[in-house]
């Protein structure tokens, strides 16, 4: 059964950097486009960025056009999202999710297959 899991959230200052990570334990990630969504407190889940299966396409939110970059590791079964140049208003839970296509045709919660738990991702002085 698919899941997928992420890691790598954490406590870091305005400007620094974080890497996310998200497995799928026993389940090969690359049938899937993998999606990150993000959801500050107080606010709807948003979709951050996709990467589509094989090398396909790859598409941001514009909050994160130029900071975040979204790659695969297929060796490794893993999608990470790398974040650079993070402000206070990225602070959120972020989490992995599987997409029912494999494509990046869009980034909303209704092209979601499987949800992992979330990372938290606090951005503070």
């Known amino acids: 059964q698919l899941q997928v899991v992420e890691s790598g959230g954490g406590l870091v200052q305005p400007g620094g950097s974080l890497r996310l990570s998200c497995v799928g334990p026993?389940?090969?990630?690359?049938?899937?486009?993998i999606g990150w969504f993000r959801q500050a407190p107080g606010k709807e889940r948003e979709g951050v960025s996709c990467i589509s299966s094989g090398t396909g396409n790859i598409i941001h939110a514009e909050s994160v056009k130029g900071r975040f970059t979204i790659s695969r590791d297929n060796a490794k079964n893993t999608v990470f999202l790398q974040m650079n140049s993070l402000k206070p208003e990225d602070t959120g839970i972020y989490f992995c999710a599987a997409l029912k296509f494999g494509k990046c045709f869009y980034l909303t919660e209704d092209a979601v297959d499987v949800w992992g738990k979330g990372t938290q991702v606090t951005v503070s002085p």
């Open positions: 026993g389940y090969t990630l690359d049938y899937h486009a």
